[in-house]
C-alpha cells in the first residue's frame, strides 16, 4: 500500500533562516506530488505540483521553491523565510492519471 | 478565476444531520470532491462526484450536486464526536488538472 510521509512535523525558524521540508512517497512509482500550504482564515494554496523528477511547476510567486531529486522525494525550500511563510504545509500525491489527492500528516512552520 | 466557497463554521447536535455547502464558479468542473482534516492532520478524501451524477452515497455520508446552480453539499447522517473536523470541497475541471480548494468548514458536535 502506498504512504506518504512529511517531516519534520513541527518547526520553530526565526526570519531570515532557510527551510528544507521534505515528503517521500512509498508504494507507487512516478506520482504526481503537490506542495500546499494552509494558512490561517486562508483556506489551502497549491503552492507547486510536479509530474516527474525535475519537473516543477510554481502556481504563486513567493520565496518558496520546490525540488524534485529523486522519483517519489519532493522538497520545499526557502532562503530566506519571512514571517508570513507561517502555516501548515501539506505534500499531496496522485496517480498520473487520476486526480484523487492524498494528503501526508503535515508540517507546522511558525516563523518567528 | 476559478472559487470555490463554502461557510467557515458550522455546529451541530450528536445525533442530528449535518449539512456542509460549497458552490463553485468554474461551469467546466468536471470532478468535485470533499477532503476530511482532523485537528493536526493532513486531509483525508472523503468522497468525490462527478459532475454527470446528480447524487452518491457512502454509508454515512450524501453528497448532492446542483450543477445548474453550481452547488454542492455534504449530508452527514448521525453525526458523531468523531465527525469533528474541517471539511474541504474542491473541484478539479479535469482528470489531470489541479484542484482547487474553498476554504474549509470547521464542523462542531454539540452534546
Known amino acids: 500500500s502506498q504512504t506518504i510521509h512529511q517531516w519534520p512535523a513541527t518547526l520553530v525558524q526565526p526570519v531570515g533562516s532557510p527551510l528544507s521540508l521534505e515528503c517521500t512517497v512509498e508504494?507507487?512509482?512516478?506520482?504526481?506530488l503537490y506542495w500546499y500550504r494552509q494558512a490561517a482564515g486562508r483556506g489551502l494554496q497549491l503552492l507547486f505540483y510536479s509530474v516527474g523528477i525535475g519537473q516543477i511547476s510554481s502556481e504563486v510567486p513567493q520565496n518558496l521553491s520546490a525540488s524534485r531529486p529523486q522519483d517519489r522525494q519532493f522538497i520545499l525550500s526557502s532562503k530566506k523565510l519571512l514571517l508570513s511563510d507561517s502555516g501548515f504545509y501539506l505534500c499531496?500525491?496522485?496517480?498520473?492519471?487520476?486526480?484523487?489527492?492524498?494528503f501526508g500528516p503535515g508540517t507546522r512552520l511558525t516563523v518567528t | 478565476g476559478e472559487d470555490v466557497e463554502q461557510s467557515l463554521f458550522l455546529s451541530v447536535r450528536e445525533g442530528d444531520s449535518s449539512v456542509i455547502n460549497c458552490t463553485y464558479t468554474d461551469s467546466s468542473s468536471t470532478y468535485l470532491y470533499w477532503y476530511k482534516q482532523e485537528p493536526g492532520a493532513g486531509l483525508q478524501l472523503l468522497t468525490y462526484i462527478f459532475s454527470n451524477m446528480d447524487m452518491k452515497q457512502d454509508q454515512r455520508l450524501t453528497v448532492l450536486l446542483n450543477k445548474k446552480d453550481k452547488h454542492l453539499s455534504l449530508r452527514i447522517a448521525d453525526t458523531q464526536t468523531g465527525d469533528s473536523a474541517i471539511y474541504f470541497c474542491?473541484?478539479?475541471?479535469?482528470?489531470?488538472?489541479?484542484?482547487?480548494f474553498g476554504k474549509g468548514t470547521r464542523l462542531h458536535i454539540l452534546p
Open positions: 474542491a473541484e478539479s475541471a479535469d482528470r489531470d488538472d489541479k484542484i482547487i
Open positions: 508504494g507507487t512509482s512516478n506520482p504526481n
Open positions: 499531496a500525491w496522485s496517480e498520473g492519471n487520476v486526480n484523487e489527492q492524498y
